[in-house]
Nanobody
C-alpha cells in the first residue's frame, strides 16, 4: 500500500515562494508522482508530474516556468518536492501529491494513491 504525506503549505504574499514536500512510502520501484491542486468550487487539476526515478517532468501551462518538481530517494522512501516561485493569488488551493504505478508523459489520469493535502494561500 502506497502512502503519501504532504507538508509545506502556508499563507504567503503574491510574488513569494513555497516549497512543498511529499513523503512517499510503500511505493514500487517504477511509477510516477504528480502534484495536483483543487481550489474551492473548481475541479482538481494536474500541476506537475515526474517519473519515479527522476526526470521526464511535465507541467500545467499555468505553472510552467514558475514551479519545479523534483524527487529524491533515501533507502525505501521517496520524497517528492514542489518548488513554487512567483506565486499568484490564483495559485491558492489545496495541493495534493499522488502516485501511480506507471508513467506516461503528459498524462494526469489514473493516479491511484493520494495524500491528504496541504493548503496554499496566496494573498494579493
Amino acid at each position: 500500500q502506497v502512502q503519501l504525506l504532504e507538508s509545506g503549505g502556508d499563507s504567503v504574499q503574491a510574488g513569494g515562494s513555497l516549497h512543498l514536500s511529499c513523503l512517499i512510502s510503500g511505493s514500487p520501484k517504477s511509477g510516477s508522482v504528480g502534484w495536483f491542486r483543487q481550489a474551492p468550487g473548481k475541479e482538481r487539476e494536474g500541476v506537475a508530474a515526474i517519473y519515479a526515478g527522476g526526470g521526464s517532468e511535465f507541467y500545467a501551462d499555468s505553472v510552467a516556468g514558475r514551479f519545479t518538481i523534483t524527487i529524491s530517494q533515501d533507502n525505501d522512501k521517496r520524497t517528492a518536492f514542489l518548488q513554487m516561485n512567483s506565486l499568484k493569488p490564483e495559485d491558492t488551493a489545496m495541493y495534493y501529491c499522488a502516485w501511480k504505478n506507471w508513467y506516461a508523459r503528459g498524462s494526469w489520469r489514473s493516479f491511484e494513491y493520494w495524500g491528504q493535502g496541504t493548503q496554499v494561500t496566496v494573498s494579493s
